[in-house]
């Protein structure tokens, strides 16, 4: 079955530019990650979404991040007034999203978007 | 959230074995523990998961000692192809362990 896919794969844009990143995930999963890599860095979280549940956004640097998601599929993550500190590659992820157990769900990556801010 | 501290970087040869260990000394009862490996540009995927004693699969194996406090992947007779980001994960759903911050990981540089 497919994947996690993200488009588009490459972006470079213009400082104090607006863009828009798209996640599609695995298809019955309720839940929806999104992170950030900045070069030779670790994953830091921005947002997880779960099924009509409010989303978790306390890992949105600022307030030029926000990401939407419509029902169980399709995320968009958008950054306003791009700066140059944006520039990283932003992963995201899918899981399950059911179950009673309390282990992590194994979350499953897309290839991330890699932005590039001039 | 358990924090966890795993080594910068090791260097293997082909067909060693390595073992990579994390420490997570504030692991909580209900916590996992849940290892990532990253290959260069790509996103990282799922390696194993477990709560005590030995896990293993088709891929590696997981010892956690009985204090939890550490636990230490064991990758079988490496390759080329094992040279990836290898990240310790610990937490629990509930609390939202998703959240978890992926850290630098360990860099394993398997050589020929």
């Known amino acids: 079955g497919a994947g996690v896919s993200q488009s588009p794969s490459n972006k470079v844009t213009e400082k104090g530019k607006d863009v828009e990143l798209r996640c599609d995930p695995i298809?019955?999963?309720?839940?929806l990650y999104w992170y950030r890599q900045r070069l030779g860095q670790g994953l830091e979280f921005l947002i997880y979404?779960?099924?009509?549940?409010?989303?978790?956004k306390s890992g949105l640097p600022s307030d030029r991040f926000s990401a939407e998601r419509t029902g169980e599929s399709v995320s968009t993550l958008t950054i306003q007034r791009t700066q140059q500190e944006d520039s990283a590659v932003y992963l995201c992820?899918?899981?399950f999203g059911g179950g009673y157990r309390l282990s992590l769900e194994t979350q499953y990556f897309g290839p991330g978007t890699r932005l590039l801010v001039l | 959230l358990a924090k966890t501290t795993q080594p910068i970087s090791m260097d293997s040869y082909e067909g060693q074995e390595v073992n990579i260990t994390c420490s997570h000394n504030?692991?909580?009862?209900?916590?996992?523990i849940t290892w990532y490996q990253q290959f260069p540009s790509q996103g990282p995927r799922f390696i194993i998961q477990?709560?005590?004693t030995k896990v293993t699969n088709e891929v590696a194996s997981l010892f956690i000692p009985a204090d939890r406090k550490s636990s230490t992947l064991s990758l079988p007779r490496v390759s080329l192809s094992d040279t990836a980001v290898y990240y310790c994960?610990?937490?629990?759903?509930?609390?939202?362990?998703?959240?978890?911050?992926f850290g630098a990981g360990t860099r394993l540089f398997v050589k020929a």
């Open positions: 992820a899918s899981s």
């Open positions: 298809s019955g999963h309720t839940a």
């Open positions: 979404f779960q099924g009509n549940s409010a989303p978790d």
């Open positions: 504030n692991i909580a009862t209900n916590d996992y």
């Open positions: 477990g709560y005590k």
């Open positions: 994960l610990v937490g629990d759903k509930q609390t939202g362990g998703f959240k978890t911050i």
